[in-house]
């Protein structure tokens, strides 16, 4: 049996109140992950930290076999940029830049050759080449979507993919995720408030109450 990508054990956080504690999850390869929970129950927080950009109060987290808030910020760049990538709520592009050269920058710093039927698959193909601020936020999104793929992660953290969505190109995204997955053997970590895109996922969990538990499909 293959080795997780990544280990999460007792993990807690709190700011202004307190969000979670006792969350342990793990993802293996080939495995997609959701996570459902109101607006306010932590699990952006969660999936910042899994990713390592918010340490925990208490826990752990092992990705690809290291602990992630012990090792040195270097090195945790390194598995961010080359391994691992992030969908935001947010595209952060580069909006003086076509949605090409967004792709291109991310596919560069990973070392990696972009896959033109990427765009084919999000059906952004054709808008590809216009600059950022001359799309659609759904084209926006899916070249976020692009640029995230196009370096190749074996792990994905999706932060509400699908959120300002409409229903046919959410199907589509999230197709495009789960096959990525599927053919690359990558592990997939999505927090969302949509049961319909969540019951996509292999395994799915609810945040609430401060706990993180199983959710009844």
Request: one cysteine or more; aromatic letters at 6%; charged letters at 30%.
């Given at each position: 049996?293959?080795?997780?990508?990544?280990?999460?054990?007792?993990?807690?956080?709190?700011?202004?109140?307190?969000?979670?504690?006792?969350?342990?999850?793990?993802?293996?390869?080939?495995?997609?992950?959701?996570?459902?929970?109101?607006?306010?129950?932590?699990?952006?927080?969660?999936?910042?930290?899994?990713?390592?950009?918010?340490?925990?109060?208490?826990?752990?987290?092992?990705?690809?076999?290291?602990?992630?808030?012990?090792?040195?910020?270097?090195?945790?760049?390194?598995?961010?940029?080359?391994?691992?990538?992030?969908?935001?709520?947010?595209?952060?592009?580069?909006k003086g830049m076509?949605?090409?050269e967004n792709v291109?920058?991310?596919?560069?710093?990973?070392?990696?050759?972009?896959?033109?039927?990427?765009?084919?698959?999000?059906?952004?193909?054709?808008?590809?080449?216009?600059?950022?601020?001359?799309?659609?936020?759904?084209?926006?999104?899916?070249?976020?979507?692009?640029?995230?793929?196009?370096?190749?992660?074996?792990?994905?953290?999706?932060?509400?993919?699908?959120?300002?969505?409409?229903?046919?190109?959410?199907?589509?995204?999230?197709r495009v995720l789960?096959?990525?997955?599927?053919?690359?053997?990558?592990?997939?970590?999505?927090?969302?408030?949509?049961?319909?895109?969540?019951?996509?996922?292999?395994?799915?969990?609810?945040?609430?109450?401060?706990?993180?538990?199983?959710?009844?499909?």
């Amino acid at each position: 049996m293959s080795q997780p990508f990544l280990v999460a054990s007792g993990l807690a956080h709190a700011f202004d109140y307190p969000l979670y504690r006792e969350v342990s999850l793990t993802i293996s390869p080939s495995e997609s992950v959701a996570v459902m929970g109101r607006s306010g129950s932590g699990k952006s927080t969660l999936l910042h930290t899994l990713a390592g950009l918010i340490e925990p109060l208490e826990g752990r987290v092992e990705l690809m076999g290291r602990d992630l808030y012990r090792i040195s910020e270097s090195e945790k760049e390194m598995l961010r940029r080359d391994r691992t990538g992030i969908v935001f709520q947010q595209h952060y592009l580069f909006k003086g830049m076509t949605g090409r050269e967004n792709v291109e920058i991310a596919a560069m710093l990973a070392r990696q050759e972009i896959d033109e039927t990427l765009f084919e698959a999000l059906e952004i193909d054709t808008v590809i080449d216009q600059k950022v601020s001359e799309l659609s936020g759904g084209q926006q999104q899916r070249v976020s979507l692009a640029r995230v793929l196009s370096k190749k992660p074996e792990v994905i953290f999706a932060d509400e993919p699908t959120g300002n969505l409409d229903l046919e190109t959410s199907e589509l995204v999230m197709r495009v995720l789960l096959d990525y997955v599927e053919a690359h053997e990558a592990g997939l970590f999505m927090v969302t408030h949509d049961p319909e895109v969540a019951g996509k996922c292999d395994r799915i969990y609810l945040l609430e109450a401060r706990r993180l538990k199983p959710y009844e499909r």
